[in-house]
T-cell receptor
Framework: EAGVVQSPRYKIIEKKQPVAFWCNPI?????LYWYRQNLGQGPELLIR????????DSQLPKDRFSAERLKGVDSTLKIQPAELGDSAVYLC????????????FGPGTRLTVT | AQSVTQLGSHVSVSEGALVLLRCNYS??????LFWYVQYPNQGLQLLLK??????LVKGINGFEAEFKKSETSFHLTKPSAHMSDAAEYFC???????????FGKGTKLSVKP
């Protein structure tokens, strides 16, 4: 069974530029999560999807961050414009139900904003 | 609000020694608790979880954790460390208004030969 796939693995951009991250969850997993992990910290949830619906986006900075999961499968997280403080690892995870008891994580995208 | 505190950001042990990583939680309801491991440049992998039932939980790679309600703790242990155990370990609890995972800051485990 293929795991959670994320791309790109690494991204370096200048501040004020846009950037997008892509995630393909495990087949059959209805729930998809985006996390941000700052250096030396644990992951923090940005947004959670149940199929196509964003059921929890309370921690997503909506002035510059957006996300979509149009067909209830893969998802894209976008930052526009990026700021220096956005440098972090962006992790995608999926689970098979609405309960977040067992989440499967992708390898993450390491973003560096210069 | 639910939260977890991991004591010690960095733990170093010798190969073959006991591994003990500490986690204390705060929860107003019976907690669901988790330990995840993150190897360099990889995502997180679930080691073990406690939901209900037996308070001693066994996970993968020889790790186990014991839920102690009286101490609000969920410490992770392994009798004998292996070099391959070197990684960062995160304790997590289900919490918040939406029942999402809330992670601690992590403990980096180093294993000396």
């Amino acid at each position: 069974e293929a795991g959670v796939v994320q791309s790109p693995r690494y991204k370096i951009i200048e501040k004020k530029q846009p950037v997008a991250f892509w995630c393909n969850p495990i087949s059959g997993h209805n729930t998809l999560y985006w996390y941000r992990q700052n250096l030396g910290q644990g992951p923090e949830l940005l947004i959670r999807y149940e199929n196509e619906e964003a059921v929890d986006d309370s921690q997503l900075p909506k002035d510059r961050f957006s996300a979509e999961r149009l067909k209830g499968v893969d998802s894209t997280l976008k930052i526009q414009p990026a700021e220096l403080g956005d440098s972090a690892v962006y992790l995608c995870a999926s689970s098979s139900s609405g309960l977040s008891y067992e989440q499967y994580f992708g390898p993450g995208t390491r973003l560096t904003v210069t | 609000a639910q939260s977890v505190t991991q004591l010690g950001s960095h733990v170093s042990v010798s190969e073959g020694a006991l591994v003990l990583l500490r986690c204390n939680y705060s929860s107003s309801v019976p907690p669901y608790l988790f330990w995840y491991v993150q190897y360099p440049n990889q995502g997180l992998q679930l080691l073990l979880k406690y939901t209900t039932g037996a308070t001693l939980v066994k996970g993968i790679n020889g790790f186990e954790a014991e839920f102690k309600k009286s101490e609000t703790s969920f410490h992770l242990t392994k009798p004998s460390a292996h070099m391959s155990d070197a990684a960062e370990y995160f304790c997590a609890v289900i919490g918040g208004s939406q029942g999402n995972l809330i992670f601690g800051k992590g403990t980096k485990l180093s294993v000396k030969p």
